[in-house]
């Protein structure tokens, strides 16, 4: 009970500290001590074989993959594609337009297969000057790529995130099963974050709250001054064509997904560099150089989560929430006991993917044995995993506060809204449809 005790209080710390703006990878590290204590584990032993082991595997997993897509990111910038298509965007769409542009791009992108710690690189650069000219807070921004990369995505038949690959092999289906009940939800999802964001940008404004730029935003948005030459919009758009067709084209050829994300997204800075020689030269280099090392500080707080993660996910104390999430299966109909389970496993480990691992191991073959539709029960879970997993601890919430450069803090209340109580709600609705037979 000590252990559980000391679960609970360590991941209410975390959440606690990591709101207030301490480092995440300083906040895991104390966090972990508290789980490690309290369930009575071997302190060196367990730093080092379980979060040092999870430190190390996932660094070394997504090294190129942040780098690649930062490096990107930073091309674009400082190449001026990236005021160059945002500038079509908004002379297309106009400023009261420019945040659900912003949803419907990240969605597209995450649709295309572009992972969602990838997407805010690209996003970001092109959305700031979009902003900018909009008088829109970048504090909105973490939620709509969140809700777009994440939940319409994941929502969306035929989604491609490892979230849906995981569910697929354990129940035997595929990304496209229960195309009516997804495509339901999908619109409700997206009637939602229009209907939210749209008003949120309107709040904001009467609250006189407004572009706030940080970092190296002004260099986005004027380049090294206002008469800045910019290149042309079809030179602009070829390098994000390449990298979606091109990893359309990878996937099913290469072993490793991470493998075509990188290979494509070095192709995409390739043609950048090629395409966009003449606004580059002298400083190609230097750009390269500064995205690589600028993706540093977002992917050590995402690995230092994963290894709390880890060492809540191997403590003893654990064992009692995989009871009770157990009990729960048993109190209430599969469906709705399924968005209650899979919540508890995502909220304890802070991600998705991990909450559905878990649900998968231990509880997927029970529920299968109690007669649920199968391409259901994968909607169903794929959407509840997306609830609780984004506390204010969860490792791609804190990165993508980073990379835009807002405190996780100022940013919460939207990201709560969004991609914690809509998913939970969506999920029910889900469970709700399913349960009265709208599968297929």
Known sequence: MIGVIGMIVAIALLIGTTYKGMNGLVASLLCSIVVI??????????????????????????FFFYCTASCFGELMKQSGCAVTVSNALFKLLGPKLCVPAALLVTFLLAYSGINAFVIVFIVFPLMVPMFEKANVSKILMPAIFLFGSVIMNVTAPGSPSALMMALSNQLGT????????AIICLVIAFAFGFAYFSYRQYALAKAGIGFTPTGDDLKLINGEGENRE???????IIPLAVVIVLKFVLTGKMPVANDVLCTSILAGCVAVIIFNYKYMKGHILKDFTTGWWSSMNALVLMVGMMGFASVVNNAPGFVYFQNFAETMSGKLSPYFSAVVVTNIFSGITGASLNGTQIFCQTMADSYMAWGCNAGALQKVVSIASMGLDTLPHCPTYIMMAAVIGVSTKDAY????????????VLSTIAALLATIGIIF
């Open 37 to 62: 204590v309290t369930n009575g584990m071997n302190f060196w032993e367990t730093f080092r074989t379980i979060f040092g082991s999870t430190l190390g595997n996932i660094f070394a997993a997504y």
């Open 174 to 181: 595929n990304s496209f099963s229960s195309p009516v009940l």
């Open 230 to 236: 910019l290149p042309p919009l079809w030179s602009s």
């Open 413 to 424: 209340k939207d990201v709560c809204v969004t991609t914690v109580i809509f998913p939970i």
